[in-house]
């Protein structure tokens, strides 16, 4: 079984602050984790993926996401918010091998860009 | 190349009325997934495909639902006696399939509405 729980459902920050959005996960195996972003009125976008390689993964755009196993979570961080960041974003877990078709997403944190 | 379609985009039909959604993954890739979007909440899954075979539907709500992917490429999600509580965006993605994990390329999905 697998769940994510996005800790915060929006999130309002200043452009050229930081961005911090919260996920959290469960999985009765060794996961691969996900972070997807939706713009207004487009497809889902995958921004980066955690493959067990290195805990620290870069995503496009300037995101990035630490692994942490401890704690069971994804955080999703940019040091500095662009206008164009205003989206959507999913935290997603999955499994591996023959358990990697089923997909789980979380339910999507708003993030909001201020001038 | 061309990413995912999905046709159509907009569906309006009326409570017990049959639908069907059609998916045109890229090609070449032999995974195809089927996800349900309610307003509000992250893609919920539905079913998976491995080329023609469904790997995983245990995300089907119930037997009024039914996918198939009869040639291993495009794929047509069928709903029989439509009910108001199915109304919600579908999704459609597809990937390459292996040990993973690999990225899934969304189409822009069909909004499904019924009266």
């Known amino acids: 079984a697998q769940s994510v729980t996005q800790l915060d459902s929006h999130v309002s920050v200043s452009e050229g602050t930081p961005v911090l959005l919260r996920c959290n996960y469960s999985s009765s195996y060794s996961p691969s984790l996900f972070w997807y972003v939706q713009h207004p009125n487009k497809g889902l976008q995958l921004l980066l993926k955690?493959?067990?390689?290195?805990?620290l993964v870069k995503g496009i755009n300037g995101f990035e996401a630490e692994f942490k196993k401890s704690e069971t979570s994804f955080h999703l961080t940019k040091p500095s918010a662009h206008m164009s960041d205003a989206a959507e974003y999913f935290c997603?877990?999955?499994?591996?091998?023959?358990?990697?078709?089923?997909?789980?997403f979380g339910d999507g944190t708003t993030l909001t860009v201020k001038p | 190349g061309a990413g995912v379609s999905q046709t159509p985009s907009n569906k309006v039909t009326e409570k017990g009325k049959y639908v069907e959604l059609r998916c045109d993954p890229i090609s070449g890739h032999t995974a195809l997934y089927w996800y349900r979007q309610s307003l509000g909440q992250g893609p919920e899954f539905l079913i998976y495909?491995?080329?023609?075979?469904?790997?995983?539907d245990s995300g089907l709500p119930n037997d009024r639902f039914f996918a198939v992917r009869p040639e291993g490429s495009v794929s047509t999600l069928k709903i029989q006696r439509t009910e108001r509580g199915d109304s919600a965006v579908y999704l459609c993605?597809?990937?390459?399939?292996?040990?993973?994990?690999?990225?899934?390329?969304f189409g822009p999905g069909t909004r499904l509405t019924v009266t």
């Open positions: 955690y493959t067990s390689a290195a805990t």
């Open positions: 997603v877990v999955s499994g591996r091998g023959t358990n990697a078709g089923k997909s789980t």
């Open positions: 993605a597809s990937s390459h399939s292996g040990t993973g994990p690999y990225e899934q390329y």
């Open positions: 495909f491995q080329g023609t075979g469904a790997a995983d």
